[in-house]
T-cell receptor, first 116, second 116 residues
Framework: AQKITQTQPGMFVQEKEAVTLDCTYD???????LFWYKQPSSGEMIFLIY??????QNATEGRYSLNFQKARKSANLVISASQLGDSAMYFC?????????????FGKGTTLSVSS | EPEVTQTPSHQVTQMGQEVILRCVPI?????FYWYRQILGQKVEFLVS????????KSEIFDDQFSVERPDGSNFTLKIRSTKLEDSAMYFC??????????????FGPGTRLTVL
C-alpha cells in the first residue's frame, strides 16, 4: 500500500486565488512528521512546511498552511493568494517515528500551474 | 542562509564507470542523506549517515553504492559500476538531528547523472 498518496497529478489555478493540494498518508506509528516540498522546473527541492503528529494547531508558514486532519490521515497544503512563481511540482512526504536520520517517504507529487 | 551544495550539477558517464557525487551539507547538521529521483518519478530514499556510519539504507542502496565523509565538510556518494538505470537526479540532504518528529531535511540542488 502507498504510504503517501497524492491523487491530483495536476492542478490549475489563477493568480491570487487559493489552492489546496491533497495528501493522504498511511502509518501505524503514533509519532510521525509530515512535510511539503516544492520542486520548480529548475529541479531543486525546497522545504515549505512541516506538521508533527502531536501538533494540535495547523502549521502555517507565510502563504502556506497545512490542513491537518489526523483522524482522516490527511495533510493538505493550502497556498493562499497564488503567484506565478508558485508554478512547480509539490511533494508531500512523511517521516515515521521520532528518531532523526529516518527516511522521508514521498508521494508522487502534484504539478501546480498558476496562470495570470 | 546556510544551504546544502552539490557538485557537479550534471555528470555524464559511460556504463560501467565509477562516479562520485559530492555534497557539502549545512555546517552544523549531523545527519546526511542521499535520495534519487528518476525522471518523472517520485523521490526515493537511498541512505542516511550519522557519526561516520550508515544510519539507515533502502533496498536500492546495494553493494554498488557507498557513502563517505572524507573530511569535515564533504559527503560523497560513490556508484562503483554505473548502469543505465542509475540515470537520475541525485539529491543530498542534511538535518540538524533534532529530537522528535520535527527534524527537517534540507535538500541540495541535485546532481543529474546520465549514464550512456
Amino acid at each position: 500500500a502507498q504510504k503517501i498518496t497524492q491523487t491530483q497529478p495536476g492542478m490549475f489555478v489563477q493568480e491570487k486565488e487559493a489552492v489546496t493540494l491533497d495528501c493522504t498518508y498511511d502509518t501505524s506509528d503514533q509519532s510521525y512528521g509530515l512535510f511539503w516540498y516544492k520542486q520548480p522546473s529548475s529541479g531543486e527541492m525546497i522545504f515549505l512546511i512541516y506538521q508533527g503528529s502531536y501538533d494540535e494547531q495547523n502549521a502555517t508558514e507565510g502563504r502556506y498552511s497545512l490542513n491537518f486532519q489526523k483522524a482522516r490521515k490527511s495533510a493538505n497544503l493550502v497556498i493562499s493568494a497564488s503567484q506565478l512563481g508558485d508554478s512547480a511540482m509539490y511533494f508531500c512526504a512523511m517521516r515515521e517515528g521520532n528518531q532523526a536520520g529516518t527516511a522521508l517517504i514521498f508521494g508522487k507529487g502534484t504539478t501546480l500551474s498558476v496562470s495570470s | 542562509e546556510p544551504e546544502v551544495t552539490q557538485t557537479p550539477s550534471h555528470q555524464v558517464t559511460q556504463m560501467g564507470q565509477e562516479v562520485i557525487l559530492r555534497c557539502v551539507p549545512i555546517s552544523n547538521h549531523l545527519y546526511f542523506y542521499w535520495y534519487r529521483q528518476i525522471l518523472g518519478q517520485k523521490v526515493e530514499f537511498l541512505v542516511s549517515f550519522y557519526n561516520n556510519e550508515i544510519s539507515e539504507k533502502s533496498e536500492i542502496f546495494d553493494d554498488q553504492f557507498s557513502v563517505e565523509r572524507p573530511d569535515g565538510s564533504n559527503f560523497t556518494l560513490k556508484i562503483r559500476s554505473t548502469k543505465l538505470e542509475d540515470s537520475a537526479m541525485y539529491f543530498c540532504a542534511s538535518s540538524a538531528g533534532l529530537a522528535g518528529v520535527g527534524d527537517t531535511q534540507y535538500f541540495g540542488p541535485g546532481t543529474r547523472l546520465t549514464v550512456l
